[in-house]
């Protein structure tokens, strides 16, 4: 369906070379979910699922949220400052006072990139003390929130919350910033196609990072020695995320908002899987 809608009205096509790696990770992780499942080995092969189900749902998302920024409307940058301003957010100021700390700089933009180690040490973490109902439930939750997000955004389509960091001695672009001439070319159609090795993640509203973020802390309180330490690492980057992200702070409480309701449904939908695996389990050898 992702790439169904890439050739609704506007043609992407995807570079092959680019693509290598892509599907080079994609073979690796289904070797090693294989060799898993062969060898009786169920750590192996839950952490080769999860990361292969992430692996696919980052390459189909980009791809959908590229196509829909593509056929998107006016932007809703506007009306997402003015959300802002209505709640209190004053970002001129925030930004002023946070160019003053550049260790606190450092360590905000630091969690923030760090999102994908974060999922590393998730999965890894979840699939090695056998926690797989747990890992099943974040993984899901992680991938419904995601496209949701996505389709969110398709109809809610931002530049997000720039400001250029030439003005500040100490602060670092923002990803919203970087990504400008990205989401113009998809809106103007000078880019049409797809580099699989450098897919970037163009949602504004809501924040797919807070989202993600808010259901990991929820995956770390389900391992003792790593729930305080991984919650902290979690909400830093929460923080984080509408500076270095260049979100709207509406964008970021959105993303929290899906975050419970995407961990009840992934509940829901994989209690049969669970039950399944109980009862098996139980079963004489």
């Not at 096509?13 to 009786?40: E, Q």
């Not at 180690?117 to 419904?144: E, P, W």
């Not at 923080?239 to 899906?258: E, K, S």
């Amino acid at each position: 369906m992702s790439f169904l809608a890439a050739q609704y009205h506007h043609r992407f096509t995807v570079d092959p070379i680019r693509a290598a790696p892509a599907i080079a990770s994609l073979v690796a992780l289904g070797s090693a979910l294989a060799i898993g499942r062969y060898t009786a080995r169920p750590r192996l092969a839950a952490g080769a699922t999860a990361f292969l189900q992430m692996t696919l749902f980052t390459l189909l998302g980009v791809v959908l949220a590229y196509a829909l920024a593509a056929n998107a409307g006016r932007l809703w940058d506007a009306r997402l400052a003015a959300a802002d301003r209505a709640i209190g957010f004053d970002w001129p100021v925030v930004l002023a006072l946070l160019d003053t700390c550049p260790p606190v700089i450092w360590l905000l933009g630091l969690a923030y990139h760090s999102l994908t180690l974060q999922m590393i040490v998730v999965i890894v973490a979840l699939s090695g003390m056998g926690k797989f109902d747990t890992l099943r439930i974040m993984v899901c939750a992680a991938i419904l929130s995601g496209f949701v997000t996505i389709l969110i955004s398709g109809l809610t389509p931002a530049m997000g919350n720039l400001f250029d960091p030439s003005r500040y001695a100490h602060l670092w672009p923002s990803i919203a910033w970087l990504e400008q001439g990205l989401i113009s070319g998809l809106r103007d159609g000078s880019r049409r196609v797809l580099d699989l090795s450098m897919l970037m993640g163009i949602v504004s509203f809501p924040s797919f990072h807070a989202t993600l973020a808010a259901i990991f802390i929820w995956a770390f309180g389900a391992m003792p020695r790593l729930a305080l330490p991984g919650r902290a690492w979690a909400i830093l980057t929460i923080v984080a995320t509408p500076v270095f992200g260049g979100h709207y702070g509406v964008d970021v409480i959105m993303g929290l908002v899906l975050a419970p309701p995407a961990l009840r449904a992934a509940r829901r939908l994989t209690r049969h899987r669970q039950s399944f695996h109980r009862v098996d389990s139980a079963l004489p050898a």
